[in-house]
């Protein structure tokens, strides 16, 4: 009898931990193909582009810049994401909370207190870092 209850209790720890690593997994998964870092583009009506949002550091969070149609930088501070919301703490200000939504690898939606989604687009560039070789 207390051999069959080990081994239950053995199949069940098993099960958690994989349900953990497969959890874990799959959030990196999410991370990866949201590649948040890069410039971000506010899609409005009839094609119209809107504000901008910079992101940088690593997947998961960072710094970032944002600045209205206009080009005016509004604010700056850090950000980070927090189960599916995206944390955006500003120098000097109070944190905002806002829901994201992934669409497709370059197609995002972010939606405040106000539950007014807002569609950003990544800006794509073709531009490749090239690292020098270290000296021999």
């Known amino acids: 009898m207390i051999r069959m209850s ?3 209790t053995l199949g069940v720890i098993s099960l958690f931990c ?3 690593l497969f959890n874990r997994r799959s959030r990196r998964k999410w ?3 949201l590649s948040l870092p890069g410039e971000w583009v ?7 582009i809107g504000g901008r949002i910079r992101f940088s550091g690593s ?3 960072g ?3 944002m600045e209205d149609k206009d080009g005016e ?9 927090v189960r599916s919301d995206l944390i955006l703490t500003p120098v ?5 909370q806002c829901a994201l939504r992934y669409f497709k690898p370059g197609v995002i939606s972010l939606s405040g207190e106000d539950e007014i989604a807002v569609l950003y687009h990544k800006v794509g560039n073709n531009v490749i870092t090239l690292i020098p070789a270290p000296p021999k």
């Open 59 to 61: 997947l998961e969070n």
């Open 31 to 33: 991370f990866e193909n």
């Open 92 to 96: 000097g200000g109070p944190a905002r």
């Open 18 to 20: 994989f349900f953990l």
């Open 73 to 81: 930088q509004e604010q700056v501070g850090d950000w980070e994401i």
């Open 6 to 8: 080990v081994v239950v």
């Open 63 to 65: 710094k970032f810049e």
């Open 42 to 48: 506010e899609q409005l009506g009839d094609d119209n």
